[in-house]
Protein backbone atom coordinates (compact mmCIF):
# COMPACT_ATOMS: atom_id res chain seq x y z
CA UNK A 1 0.00 0.00 0.00
CA UNK A 2 1.55 3.31 -0.93
CA UNK A 3 1.58 6.09 1.65
CA UNK A 4 1.65 10.01 0.39
CA UNK A 5 3.18 12.70 2.77
CA UNK A 6 2.46 16.22 1.97
CA UNK A 7 4.60 19.04 2.96
CA UNK A 8 5.33 22.82 2.02
CA UNK A 9 2.64 24.54 3.78
CA UNK A 10 2.61 27.66 6.23
CA UNK A 11 1.58 31.15 6.55
CA UNK A 12 1.92 33.45 3.92
CA UNK A 13 0.72 37.00 2.89
CA UNK A 14 -2.54 37.81 -0.16
CA UNK A 15 -0.10 37.92 -3.48
CA UNK A 16 2.62 35.58 -2.17
CA UNK A 17 3.78 31.69 -3.49
CA UNK A 18 3.70 28.59 -2.03
CA UNK A 19 5.48 24.88 -3.18
CA UNK A 20 3.08 21.87 -1.73
CA UNK A 21 4.74 18.63 -2.07
CA UNK A 22 4.01 15.40 -2.04
CA UNK A 23 5.99 12.55 -1.56
CA UNK A 24 5.04 8.47 -2.35
CA UNK A 25 6.14 5.78 -0.22
CA UNK A 26 6.45 3.37 -3.86
CA UNK A 27 6.68 4.19 -7.65
CA UNK A 28 3.79 6.10 -8.97
CA UNK A 29 5.10 6.38 -12.26
CA UNK A 30 2.10 4.61 -15.18
CA UNK A 31 0.39 3.54 -11.92
CA UNK A 32 -1.24 6.52 -9.80
CA UNK A 33 -3.16 9.71 -10.84
CA UNK A 34 -2.56 12.36 -7.87
CA UNK A 35 -5.01 15.04 -7.14
CA UNK A 36 -4.57 17.98 -4.64
CA UNK A 37 -7.51 18.60 -2.51
CA UNK A 38 -8.43 21.13 0.10
CA UNK A 39 -10.61 21.59 2.88
CA UNK A 40 -10.96 25.30 4.54
CA UNK A 41 -13.12 25.15 8.24
CA UNK A 42 -16.98 24.28 8.04
CA UNK A 43 -16.68 23.14 4.20
CA UNK A 44 -16.24 20.12 1.99
CA UNK A 45 -13.51 18.89 0.70
CA UNK A 46 -12.95 20.31 -2.83
CA UNK A 47 -10.60 19.18 -5.97
CA UNK A 48 -7.47 21.99 -6.45
CA UNK A 49 -5.89 20.19 -9.53
CA UNK A 50 -4.92 17.20 -10.40
CA UNK A 51 -2.75 15.37 -13.14
CA UNK A 52 -2.96 11.79 -14.64
CA UNK A 53 -0.51 9.06 -15.18
CA UNK A 54 0.38 10.72 -18.76
CA UNK A 55 0.37 14.10 -17.40
CA UNK A 56 -2.53 15.68 -18.55
CA UNK A 57 -3.96 18.12 -15.97
CA UNK A 58 -6.58 20.05 -14.79
CA UNK A 59 -7.54 22.75 -12.09
CA UNK A 60 -10.69 24.10 -10.28
CA UNK A 61 -11.79 27.78 -11.95
CA UNK A 62 -10.81 29.31 -8.47
CA UNK A 63 -7.41 28.56 -8.89
CA UNK A 64 -6.70 28.51 -12.70
CA UNK A 65 -4.31 30.61 -14.03
CA UNK A 66 -2.54 30.61 -10.40
CA UNK A 67 -1.54 27.36 -9.81
CA UNK A 68 0.58 24.27 -11.51
CA UNK A 69 0.52 20.69 -10.83
CA UNK A 70 3.20 19.02 -11.76
CA UNK A 71 4.80 15.75 -11.25
CA UNK A 72 7.91 13.75 -10.76
CA UNK A 73 7.82 10.07 -11.44
CA UNK A 74 11.94 9.35 -10.86
CA UNK A 75 11.45 11.16 -7.39
CA UNK A 76 8.13 9.75 -6.48
CA UNK A 77 6.55 13.02 -6.16
CA UNK A 78 3.82 15.59 -7.33
CA UNK A 79 3.90 19.22 -6.58
CA UNK A 80 1.51 22.23 -6.23
CA UNK A 81 3.04 25.35 -7.11
CA UNK A 82 0.93 28.03 -5.88
CA UNK A 83 0.73 31.74 -7.12
CA UNK A 84 -0.80 34.80 -6.49
CA UNK A 85 -2.41 33.10 -3.44
CA UNK A 86 -5.72 34.67 -1.53
CA UNK A 87 -6.93 34.66 1.85
CA UNK A 88 -9.38 32.08 0.84
CA UNK A 89 -7.04 29.53 -0.53
CA UNK A 90 -6.87 29.74 3.39
CA UNK A 91 -7.09 25.63 3.96
CA UNK A 92 -5.94 22.37 4.90
CA UNK A 93 -4.72 20.80 1.79
CA UNK A 94 -4.26 16.64 0.95
CA UNK A 95 -2.76 14.83 -1.53
CA UNK A 96 -4.73 12.07 -3.35
CA UNK A 97 -3.50 9.01 -5.20
CA UNK A 98 -6.01 6.96 -7.45
CA UNK A 99 -4.47 3.37 -8.83
CA UNK A 100 -5.88 3.65 -12.51
CA UNK A 101 -6.51 0.04 -12.79
CA UNK A 102 -8.14 -0.80 -9.60
CA UNK A 103 -9.93 2.76 -8.73
CA UNK A 104 -8.09 2.71 -4.90
CA UNK A 105 -7.35 5.85 -3.45
CA UNK A 106 -5.10 6.68 -0.79
CA UNK A 107 -5.00 10.36 1.20
CA UNK A 108 -2.08 11.91 2.71
CA UNK A 109 -2.52 13.81 6.43
CA UNK A 110 -2.57 17.01 4.97
CA UNK A 111 -0.90 20.53 5.01
CA UNK A 112 -2.04 24.04 6.50
CA UNK A 113 -1.98 26.96 3.91
CA UNK A 114 -2.74 29.82 5.53
CA UNK A 115 -2.75 33.09 3.71
CA UNK A 116 -3.63 36.04 5.73
CA UNK A 117 -2.33 39.76 6.05
Known amino acids: QVQFVESGGGLVQPGESLRLSCAAS????????IGWYRQAPGKQRELVAR???????DYSDSVKGRFTISRDNAKNSVHLQMDSLKPEDTAVYYC???????????WGQGTQVTVSS
Open 96 to 106: NGVQKWTGDEY
Open 26 to 33: GSISAVYH
Open 51 to 57: ITVGGAT
